[in-house]
């Protein structure tokens, strides 16, 4: 109730210009009480000093008590609490200057005490910490730098410990006391690092293992009936589909997606495409999610999405359609229990599968679950309501979501949300620690802003999964480890680039290997759907991790998809 209550902007907001009113109540109502003006200038001055040990102070406690859902919803607001401070601490040095008869007193003070000018220097510190505390700042500078700058944050507070305690009245063992909160809860967070620490030296990381994927549960086409069709917010449908032949649906690994064969009405061709699955594992149906694709909002006269245009007007219940086993290695890792699911848009249907899949396999004592979205508003976001339920029921599920345009009533009625766009700092701004295995589906503009983040935050590789779609591809800094069994070397040549390369295993496919090479290859949806990354096969054999949707046919592959068996000679 209490945390609840707490991440409410306006609550909160409320809470941090209660000083400011009793200030003005003071100021224009003698009767109020009896301050005089150095009261107000020293109640200013404390107020901003709480707030500043009360920011630093959420850091060690989250990291501490990672699960209070108190710290966290505080943690919310940490960019207000420190603005604040800086605003009551402006306040606090304008009432110091209006104190004095003449600019000369001032610099006749600032010369002559050591308090003042440690008073100061904190103020000049907090300055530049004040003006970038937004999101824009930290995009410009990027996180390291930002985090960096940030860390004047301490510099400021050992200065503002002296000011206080050095001031006209010396106040040392009060200002202790006043500081030993912050003072223990860094104490404790600095043993817990270095316990974590030496618990962890001496013993080398395992190796990396990468499981075989298993072989697809059916070839080809299986005929599925549209059991049920569901409408849902932001022009997302939901379809269950039920398998004719009647027979036990093998279960999939959340995160995976089915390939569909559409027969599209005014299309020379069969329309192949791709849908993640969208609910736990069941044996007797299967769900996907599908948001009407409308033609872009700058380009209104494009042609919308053939395919979601023709799931949402076109199938009804009871039709029949064509579909592939699930597919796809963009999974949920079972051993893995703490866990950061991130999205943006309909890229929330895989991440509802592995959210599912988990609550209904049982939250564990040490399990971890944040789930980050982003949406235009509550209204498009697609089972708002439903997550909120399922997080109630379970504390191991933090739920933290962006608006980018919510409507004017959403602002005045539902205020645990933050406003603007899913991004890295928002993501780090929440998390208790860098601890979590992180799982991004999304636009890739999205994906690959927290990639970026993420990488820059010192995350391993092998703990950022991402599924890219639609035709752009979002790109590592940094490879992932050798698995321990890893594929043997063997040379890759592009006859007519005339480029001869070694294949690794360092790239996913032999698309990303050319590409990485400088070569310009052809390509569209890089998931295996289209087939414009085929390609003619001289010599040698390629394999897929499941087989793609277009059929290449014989003596060809699919560049986006194929590895190399052995040495293999392309004529690209």
């Known amino acids: 109730m ?8 306006t609550v909160f907001f409320t809470l941090l210009s209660l000083p400011g009113l009793f200030v003005l109540a003071s100021i224009y109502a003698p009767s109020f009480n009896s301050w005089q003006f150095r009261d107000i200038q020293n109640f200013l001055g404390n107020i901003a000093m709480f707030l500043l040990i009360f ?10 008590f990672p699960r209070w859902r108190l710290a966290q919803a505080l943690n919310t607001h940490r960019r207000s609490i420190g603005i604040s401070c800086y605003i009551y601490a402006s306040l606090h040095l304008l009432c110091y200057i209006i104190s004095l008869p003449s600019s000369a007193s001032i610099l006749q003070d600032f010369q002559e005490f050591l308090y003042l000018q440690l008073g100061l220097a904190a103020f000049i510190l907090l300055t530049p910490l004040f003006l970038t505390s937004n999101s824009y700042s930290v995009r410009v500078f990027g996180y390291k730098p930002w985090k960096i700058l940030h860390r004047l944050a301490y510099i400021a507070a050992i ?12 106040q040392l063992f009060q200002t202790l006391l006043i500081f030993f909160p912050l003072f223990l809860l860094e104490s404790l967070r600095i043993l817990k690092n270095l316990f974590g620490l030496f618990k962890k030296k001496g013993s080398a990381p395992p190796p990396v293992i990468r499981k075989p994927r298993p072989k697809p549960a059916w070839e080809g086409y299986r005929d ?14 939901s379809f269950y589909l039920e398998p004719v032949d009647g027979q036990p649906l093998p279960p999939f690994l959340p995160g995976q997606y089915l390939t569909f064969k559409f027969e599209v009405p005014g299309q020379a061709k069969p329309v192949l495409r791709c849908y993640s699955l969208s609910d736990a594992p069941a044996q007797d149906h299967y769900r996907i999610s599908v948001k009407l694709q409308r033609a872009p909002r700058d380009v209104p006269t494009a042609a919308p999405g053939i395919s979601s245009t023709h799931l949402h007007a076109t199938v009804q219940e009871g039709d029949i359609l064509q579909v592939k086993a699930p597919a796809g290695k963009f999974t949920l890792e079972e051993n893995v229990r ?3 699911l991130v999205s943006s848009g309909v890229g929330i249907t895989p991440m509802l599968s592995m959210l599912y899949h988990r609550i209904n396999q049982g939250l564990r004592d040490g399990d971890e679950i944040w789930f980050f979205h982003g949406a235009r508003t509550r209204g498009g976001h697609f089972t708002a309501e439903e997550l909120e339920k399922i997080a109630d ?12 345009r919510p409507t004017e009533g959403e602002k005045q009625i539902k205020q645990d949300f933050q406003i603007g766009r899913l991004g890295a700092g928002f993501i ?4 208790p620690s860098k601890d979590y295995d992180f799982y991004i589906c999304g636009p890739n503009a999205m994906m690959a802003e927290v990639v970026r983040g993420l990488e820059d935050w010192e995350i391993a590789p092998e703990r950022i999964h991402f599924e890219a779609f639609g035709p752009s591809s979002v790109k590592r800094t940094r490879p992932l480890p050798k698995s321990a069994s890893e594929e043997p070397t063997c040379t890759v040549t592009f006859a007519q680039s005339q480029k001869e390369l070694e294949w690794t295993g360092e ?37 897929y991790d499941s087989a793609p949707a277009a059929d290449p046919g014989e003596h060809a592959c699919l560049l986006c998809q194929a590895k190399p068996k052995g040495d293999l000679i392309l004529k690209a």
């Open 2 to 9: 209490l945390p609840s209550l707490i991440r409410k902007r």
């Open 55 to 64: 920011v630093l102070s959420l850091t060690p406690l989250i990291q501490l």
């Open 159 to 170: 200065a503002v410990f002296l000011h206080r305690s050095l001031g006209e009245e010396i």
């Open 224 to 237: 599925f009936r549209v059991a049920r069709k569901e409408p849902n917010p932001g022009e997302i449908c």
């Open 338 to 340: 703490k866990i950061a």
């Open 393 to 404: 029921k379970n504390p191991q599920l933090q739920i933290r979501v962006c608006y980018s």
């Open 428 to 431: 780090r701004t929440h998390l």
């Open 507 to 543: 790239q996913e496919n032999l698309l990303e290997l050319g590409e990485a090479a400088g070569l310009t290859l052809p390509f569209g949806c890089r998931s295996g759907v289209c087939g414009a990354c085929k390609q003619e096969i001289a010599s040698g054999e390629v394999e």
